[in-house]
């Protein structure tokens, strides 16, 4: 009988423990972070990376905005605020780390304008700031929810960053903000001449790699560096007038030079 | 060796993507990135040829597979070249294996699903091999566009 009574108390232990007292693991969403953006149609947000959704707030706290510490109303002083404002800290002690957003866009976490045109230094500065906040190493006396919460916030934050700086992937995501996506089922034939046009470059670039041509690499990088440029104006132009199929297209182009800037590189600068 | 480097793969870079290959790739994917079967390139311009030239978005990867045809219909050669990933070069190097010795029809019933199958692609992996079906496809519609040609010009 003690025996019995004993293991149930550890499955008893067991059962609270995982569903009351921490209840921090990170929840494998099957809804998007970001479902709660009605105007966002759900099919969309495949390739959203979910931002740690946390299934409640941490012990004893089931309201939102408000601090899982302290208990202070985390909405306090910013009452003009639409609320869209991500809170990374408790503003009542700087090292008191809130849950991660899982409320919140890349551009929202890197407060940035949802553009495809940024500011990257911006961006840089914004994300150096983050992470003097929020790296784990800033907790590493503290108690475990808030180790994990650092934890949780720095990766997000990394993973805003690296989406949002590259214009490739910034297009990728903005474009699934507004409902398309570019599926790898999709095969593009050549009715404009594109791939034909792209084939011929991958050609010369494997000819002059193979006969050490370094002149004819060099052209070959100007000119694409060119087309690179082209694009990226053209997607940034389809996205300012709300084109969101004209800037599919031109990212899927995109893709195309970005692969031969990489393969150049690897040719030029080859990784020792 | 020489194959990849006409592959575009730099040599340097083959024994990193070997060890990687070896955890996470299938051996026979393995096998037909490190001695793909009927590379090169036919004359797109000759008669009795069909040339298939396709892409995918997703990943700017980009192959050509072309089919020489004979007088009965059968597919007596085939040929490829894939700027890709591994799977992509697998998928396309096993499509040129399979067409050889075809009719145009049998051809035209290669699925991507026996494709992948036959390469155990994972599921991330699963589009390379309709880019290969899809490559198929499209020399045996450019083969069969060039006869309706000839044809009408007879």
Redesign the interface.
């Known amino acids: 009988m003690k025996m019995h009574l004993r293991i149930l108390g550890c499955v008893w232990k067991f059962v609270f423990h995982r569903t009351h007292v921490y209840n921090l693991s990170p929840r494998r969403c099957s809804h998007s972070p970001f479902s709660h953006l009605h105007h966002l149609p759900t099919s969309s947000l495949s390739l959203i990376t979910p931002c740690h959704a946390y299934t409640t707030q941490p012990p004893g706290h089931s309201r939102p905005n408000i601090c899982w510490k302290c208990d202070r109303d985390l909405d306090e002083g910013s009452r003009d605020d639409d609320g869209s404002r991500v809170k990374f800290l408790c503003p009542c002690d700087k090292r008191v780390v809130l849950p991660p957003s899982n409320t919140h866009t890349y551009f929202q976490i890197m407060d940035c304008p949802v553009s495809y045109r940024l500011n990257v230094e911006a961006l840089k500065e914004r994300f150096r700031q983050l992470q003097r906040q929020l790296h784990p190493d800033r907790f590493s006396t503290a108690s475990p929810e808030e180790q994990e919460f650092s934890a949780g916030q720095s990766a997000l934050v990394n993973r805003a960053y690296s989406t949002l700086l590259k214009p490739y992937s910034r297009g990728l995501y903005l474009l699934e903000l507004n409902g398309l996506t570019?599926?790898?089922?999709?095969?593009?034939?050549?009715a404009s001449g594109f791939?034909?046009e792209?084939?011929e470059v991958?050609e010369s670039?494997?000819d002059a790699?193979?006969t050490g041509d370094l002149a004819a690499l060099l052209l070959l990088q100007t000119t694409n560096n060119a087309n690179l440029k082209n694009i990226s104006d053209e997607v940034a132009a389809s996205f300012d007038s709300g084109d969101y199929t004209a800037a599919k297209e031109c990212l899927?182009r995109m893709?195309?030079f970005?692969?031969i800037e990489e393969?150049l590189k690897?040719?030029l600068d080859?990784?020792p | 060796m020489a194959y990849l480097q006409r592959l575009g793969v730099p040599l340097r870079r083959v024994a990193m993507q070997s060890r990687v290959f070896a955890a996470s790739y299938h051996e026979k994917v393995i096998d037909h990135y490190e001695n793909p079967r009927n590379v090169g390139s036919m004359n797109k311009e000759d008669s009795d040829v069909g040339t298939g030239l396709v892409g995918a978005p997703a990943c700017g990867d980009v192959m050509k597979l072309q089919i020489r045809v004979d007088g009965d219909g059968k597919i007596v050669d085939a040929k490829f070249k894939t700027f890709g990933c591994g799977s992509a070069i697998a998928s396309s190097s096993l499509a040129t294996e399979w067409v050889k010795g075809k009719t145009l029809d049998d051809a035209g019933e290669i699925k991507n699903t026996t494709i992948a199958k036959e390469l155990s692609l994972p599921p991330v992996k699963l589009h390379c091999s309709m880019l290969a079906e899809d490559a198929i496809k499209a020399a045996l519609k450019d083969y069969k566009g060039k006869q309706d040609k000839m044809e009408s010009t007879c």
């Not at chain 1, 570019?182 to 050549?190: F, Y």
């Open positions: 570019i599926d790898e089922k999709d095969t593009l034939t050549d791939l034909e792209m084939w991958r670039l494997d790699a193979n899927a893709k195309y970005i692969n393969s690897d040719r080859p990784p």
